[in-house]
T-cell receptor, first 112, second 114 residues
Framework: GQNIDQPTEMTATEGAIVQINCTYQTSGFNGLFWYQQHAGEAPTFLSYNVLDGLEEKGRFSSFLSRSKGYSYLLLKELQMKDSASYLCAVRGLRDSSYKLIFGSGTRLLVRP | DTGVSQDPRHKITKRGQNVTFRCDPISEHNRLYWYRQTLGQGPEFLTYFQNEAQLEKSRLLSDRFSAERPKGSFSTLEIQRTEQGDSAMYLC????????????FGPGTRLTVL
C-alpha cells in the first residue's frame, strides 16, 4: 500500500521561514512532488525531487531523503499570499500512468 | 488562456440524476487524468488516458462512472444515478508524454448532490 503523512495545519508569521514535512511509504518510488492549492482553486506545481538532496527555486526549496521516506518544503520570506494548502504527492516506481498519490495537504496560515 | 479548462465549474443535482463533466487539456498534451478531491483531503486518482486510450482506472471508479476521450483531445466524465457521496471537486490534469513529471490541473468542477 501507499501512505503519505503531512501535518494538517501550520501557522507562521509574514517574513519568516516555515518547513512543511512529508513522510511516505510506497511500493516503489519514482519521484516526489509538491503542489500549492489556494482555496477553491486548482493545485499548481511547485517542485519535483527524484534524487536525494535539496532543490531550490526562488523562495521555495524542497528536500528529499529516499532512504528515510522523507521530504520537506521550505518557504522563505513568507508573504500573505503564501497562505494556502501544500500537497505532497508521490509517484510509484512501476507506474506507467505517472499518476500521483497525494497526501491530505497542510493548510498554512501566514499571519502579519 | 491556454491552461486546462473544465466545464461546468459548479453543478448541483438531485440524487439519482446523471451528470457529465468536460475537460479540455492543454493542446498537444497526450496524457489526461481525472482526480476527485473532497474537503480537507488531497486529490485521489480516478482514471488516466494516453491519447484516446483509457489505460488505468482506480477502484474508486464504480460502474456508475464512465470516462471517455474519443479523439484524444477533450475528455468527459459521466456519473450515473448520482449519490450524495459523489459530492466532491472533480479535477482534470494533463501532461506531455515526454515530460510526464509535471501535471497541470484545471480549476475543477464542484459537484453537489442533494
Amino acid at each position: 500500500g501507499q501512505n503519505i503523512d503531512q501535518p494538517t495545519e501550520m501557522t507562521a508569521t509574514e517574513g519568516a521561514i516555515v518547513q512543511i514535512n512529508c513522510t511516505y511509504q510506497t511500493s516503489g518510488f519514482n519521484g516526489l512532488f509538491w503542489y500549492q492549492q489556494h482555496a477553491g482553486e486548482a493545485p499548481t506545481f511547485l517542485s519535483y525531487n527524484v534524487l536525494d538532496g535539496l532543490e531550490e527555486k526562488g523562495r521555495f526549496s524542497s528536500f528529499l531523503s529516499r532512504s528515510k521516506g522523507y521530504s520537506y518544503l521550505l518557504l522563505k520570506e513568507l508573504q500573505m499570499k503564501d497562505s494556502a494548502s501544500y500537497l505532497c504527492a508521490v509517484r510509484g516506481l512501476r507506474d506507467s500512468s505517472y499518476k500521483l498519490i497525494f497526501g491530505s495537504g497542510t493548510r498554512l496560515l501566514v499571519r502579519p | 488562456d491556454t491552461g486546462v479548462s473544465q466545464d461546468p465549474r459548479h453543478k448541483i443535482t438531485k440524487r439519482g440524476q446523471n451528470v457529465t463533466f468536460r475537460c479540455d487539456p492543454i493542446s498537444e498534451h497526450n496524457r489526461l487524468y481525472w482526480y476527485r478531491q473532497t474537503l480537507g483531503q488531497g486529490p485521489e486518482f480516478l482514471t488516466y488516458f494516453q491519447n484516446e486510450a483509457q489505460l488505468e482506472k482506480s477502484r474508486l471508479l464504480s460502474d456508475r462512472f464512465s470516462a471517455e476521450r474519443p479523439k484524444g483531445s477533450f475528455s468527459t466524465l459521466e456519473i450515473q444515478r448520482t449519490e450524495q457521496g459523489d459530492s466532491a471537486m472533480y479535477l482534470c490534469a494533463s501532461s506531455l508524454l515526454d515530460r510526464a513529471n509535471e501535471q497541470f490541473f484545471g480549476p475543477g468542477t464542484r459537484l453537489t448532490v442533494l
